[in-house]
């Protein structure tokens, strides 16, 4: 059987997932020679079989005294004696890094009994009872879930009558009438007696640390950082040392680098005559660690010392906790510093120049939350905030502005005098595109992290926050309700798209930061990746964003947004609501020089650089507006006697046009290609535009490679009939420079029976991009919105899917399907470029799983587009 309790001379680093991160790195200062306190580490193993049986396992609480035996000859005290007591901490040491999300308990061992001689050998009998009265206060908390207010209450007490401020004010006698009163509090509340027994002490204490494992905030924690619940916590049993034996004790906390910026000198705080929990609890005002230099100079030195040894042994900033007892400097935690996105990407490229570091393993670590800090706004969260709501993180960013309820309000809003505005939305529809552009951030009462308000923030880098059910948004009376709370149009609110917050009022924004040293780290990714990166862009300001931001071209140009313009959906409603063919192509050709500026200004934006281009999606009848909307104007206009009125017979014409539109179930119905097929005239009128802007942009010496996209093919005739219509027009407006222009034509793969037969497509395709959104929407049979709404964030919660799919590509599932294609594919055509499009193009798991397959790019909203660079980098360093 594996061993299950560990000294810490016997431990080592490679042994975190066994003894933990803290028991690991205690083991490693133990024998790296570091003034350590000597200690044993109980197992992740033995947890682990405590939470199974809900109890400890048999023979494990003799292997814990056997140890403690063991540290008693290593101390020259014993355990209880009365005498010569030996006290120790009770510590959580979980595998990955917890701070402050399991439980403490200091001072374990001592009683009635013994207390009096550690005031004997200390010399010291208000020291001893103020280590007493702690033990009894962290002991009920933990272990016996007595509320801590109810000591501190007692505490606050006794300083007002002895007319004292601070605890180690108070003598040893108000120290003894203390124990005495929260003894009688510890019995009252916890149905038992403080325990006298040191060992009953000891078990009662290891139990609780396990139990910890599994509160409610180490829950939510491991929820939110994707640590795994069944990796259990270690314990670590640690002989006390003692910071408030006087002024020449003290206890503290340091960085070996500025978390906050990433410089390089020592940072943190201390206080003299203190244990641990004074610097963190807020009690007194601690003083900063250069501060030490001037009171205990030595000790300081020998600090910084052994600060840098175990930042050089670890290759990383470190977090140091330290105790000074008596003049002596002893060493109990160290680990990884967490810190800042800047401060993060400063010091590994710092690591990396002064030697430490590679470049690769500088790369490795920059995670997805410092690219998503560094490249959006933050709300400086200094400033006093109050937050009135919280939704889902939809975009990351940050803004303040006035509440609209409608885009056009939106629009007009911030044309003037470039006002702000939030854009609040039960929930937006493509028709909204126009005030989303001009707002500063959208907030929704419903939707998912992938519904049309996220998408489209995402690309076009605004804040977002959806889902946002505890608002009540009524468009008609332009008010938001939260509870009893009313918040009306032009009232100014802020959001933060990275935490799903919104706070009431205007806030501080600080700006993006994209500093020199993220610069040089992109680009040495960019330097290993094999994958490319594209971004998913609609506009020419949005490809040049995305150019700008390293994106090595366009992966997908949604031509139905540019549909959405002011000026257009008019235009596009007359082309929907004609009522012959006549009037249809009317519509089409004043749609198509418009559609044909756009095509020309990203491939100025993209000059050389391809540009996927996917002819029109979704269904005709989101052009339009909604039936409640209809019933809602044609009702004013009876109510007001003018139901026989020009207007009245207009509103009543496109009422009949919405229901002949309308679809049980419109996302798997007449759109995409199902679309163009059955009017071949508003594809033919998108290609020509896109024909005739790379004529114009040749004719500029203007390097286009266009790249058109026929959506939604689930059967090869379908991409067929196609392919022969779009080289026949390109023909006739090309002539000559019909090879010049390099055009490719390729499919979205979205539809599971394209996947399955992508040996029949792949004949007349020049390239497959596999739109995950769908193509998981439709493997699943969940529908997005709904799904991410009413059920996916339970099925995540209870481990009933590991990952919301939307979010993380699902590799058992929809990854096979993206793999088969690929193989088939490959197997006709070996040199077939393919890639991925969807929301997942910007998720880092995703894309080190497209590397694994051998997709050949990723396409992603332009902000993400650094992050899938860094991304894309790893997935090679992970190849190895």
């Not at 600060?307 to 003049?327: M, N, R, S």
Request: charged share 25%.
């Amino acid at each position: 059987m594996q061993k299950r309790v560990v000294h810490f001379e016997d431990g080592n680093q490679e042994m975190k997932w066994l003894l933990g991160g803290k028991g690991a790195n205690l083991a490693e200062m133990t024998r790296a020679g570091l003034p350590v306190p000597p200690g044993y580490t109980i197992t992740t193993e033995a947890c682990r079989q405590y939470l199974d049986k809900g109890e400890l396992p048999d023979g494990l609480l003799d292997e814990i005294i056997s140890a403690m035996q063991e540290l008693e000859r290593k101390k020259g005290q014993q355990f209880g004696d009365p005498s010569n007591p030996l006290l120790v901490s009770v510590r959580s040491g979980s595998v990955n890094s917890m701070p402050g999300m399991m439980d403490t308990i200091l001072n374990l061992g001592l009683n009635d009994a013994n207390v009096h001689g550690l005031a004997q050998i200390t010399n010291n009998e208000r020291f001893a009872y103020d280590c007493y009265r702690r033990l009894i206060q962290m002991f009920g908390n933990v272990v016996c879930n007595v509320e801590s207010y109810h000591f501190e209450r007692l505490l606050l007490e006794q300083k007002k009558a002895k007319g004292v401020e601070l605890d180690q004010d108070l003598t040893a006698d108000d120290l003894k009438q203390l124990i005495i009163e929260y003894q009688d509090v510890f019995e009252r509340m916890a149905k038992q007696p403080f325990p006298q027994d040191v060992k009953e002490q000891l078990r009662l204490a290891v139990e609780a640390v396990f139990r910890s494992w599994n509160n409610q905030r180490a829950i939510i924690y491991r929820r939110i950082n994707q640590i795994p619940d069944d990796q259990g916590t270690a314990v670590n049993i640690q002989s006390m040392v003692f910071g408030n034996l006087g002024l020449d004790s003290g206890t503290g906390v340091l960085f070996t680098r500025n978390p906050a910026t990433g410089e390089d000198h020592l940072y943190g705080e201390f206080l003299t005559n203190a244990q641990g929990e004074d610097v963190v609890a807020g009690i007194r005002t601690p003083r900063t660690i250069s501060e030490l230099n001037d009171e205990m100079p030595e000790i300081y030195r020998a600090l910084h010392t052994m600060a840098k040894k175990l930042e050089a042994h670890y290759q990383d900033v470190q977090d140091i906790e330290f105790t000074i007892e008596k003049g002596q400097l002893y060493m109990l935690q160290t680990r990884n510093a967490k810190r800042t996105a800047q401060a993060a990407v400063k010091t590994a490229v710092d690591l990396v120049k002064e030697g430490v570091i590679t470049r690769e393993e500088a790369i490795m670590r920059l995670d997805e939350s410092h690219l998503n800090q560094l490249m959006h706004p933050t709300i400086d969260t200094t400033e006093p905030l109050t937050q009135i709501a919280l939704g889902l993180p939809a975009s990351p960013g940050a803004a303040s502005g006035q509440v609209v309820f409608d885009a056009d309000t939106a629009e007009l809003w911030a044309s003037k005098q470039n006002g702000k505005v939030i854009l609040v939305r039960t929930e937006t529809t493509p028709e909204d595109i126009h005030g989303v552009f001009a707002t500063q951030g959208i907030l929704t009462s419903r939707g998912g992290m992938t519904s049309h308000a996220a998408v489209v923030a995402r690309g076009m880098g605004k804040p977002c926050v959806c889902g946002c059910e505890s608002i009540l948004v009524d468009e008609n009376q332009k008010v938001m309700r939260i509870g009893e709370q009313e918040v009306k149009e032009g009232d100014w609110i802020s959001i933060d798209g990275a935490t799903g917050k919104v706070y009431a009022g205007k806030v501080v924004v600080k700006d993006a930061t994209f500093s020199s040293e993220l610069t040089e780290l992109i680009s040495w990714a960019d330097k290993i990746r094999r994958l490319k990166v594209f971004a998913n862009a609609d506009y020419p300001q949005d490809a040049a964003k995305a150019r700008e931001l390293g994106a090595e071209g366009i992966g997908l140009c949604r031509t139905e947004h540019m549909f959405f313009g002011a000026d257009r959906l008019p235009v596009v409603q007359a082309m929907i609501l004609a009522d012959d063919q006549a009037a249809r192509d009317e519509a089409l050709k004043q749609l198509l020089p418009m559609q044909q500026a756009d095509f020309e200004g990203i491939f100025e934006a993209m000059d050389g650089l391809p540009v996927t281009i996917r002819l029109l999606d979704p269904p005709l009848h989101e052009f339009l507006p909604h039936m409640d909307e209809l019933d809602a104007e044609y009702a004013e206009l009876v109510g007001a006697g003018q139901e026989l009125s020009r207007e009245a017979a207009r509103i009543r014409m496109v009422m009949k046009k919405v229901r002949a539109l309308q679809e049980t179930n419109p996302m798997l119905g007449q759109r995409g290609c199902r679309l163009g097929i059955l009017f071949p005239e508003i594809y033919d009128m998108q290609i020509k535009a896109i024909f005739f802007a790379v004529k114009n942009s040749l004719a500029k010496s203007i390097k286009v490679i266009p790249q058109i996209m026929i959506p939604l093919v689930g059967h090869v005739n379908e991409l067929k009939f196609f392919r022969e219509r779009i080289d026949r027009i390109a023909e006739q407006i090309l002539g000559e420079a019909t090879e010049q222009s390099r055009y490719v034509i390729g499919t979205m793969i979205e539809v599971p029976r394209a996947a399955l037969t992508a040996d029949q497509i792949v004949p007349y395709a020049d390239f497959f991009s596999f739109g995950t959104n769908d193509l998981t929407q439709m493997t699943f049979g969940y529908s997005r919105d709904d799904a991410e709404g009413k059920f996916l964030s339970h099925y995540v919660e209870h481990k009933l899917l590991p990952n919301n799919p939307f979010q993380v590509l699902d590799r058992d599932g929809v990854g096979q399907l993206i793999e088969m294609a690929v193989n088939k594919a490959k197997t006709h055509k070996p040199n077939m470029k393919s890639g991925v499009c969807g929301e997942h193009g910007g998720d880092k798991e995703s894309i080190i799983y497209c590397h694994q397959i051998g997709l050949d790019y990723v396409s992603c909203s332009p902000y993400r587009v650094p992050l899938a660079r860094i991304a894309a980098a790893q997935a090679k360093i992970l190849e190895g």
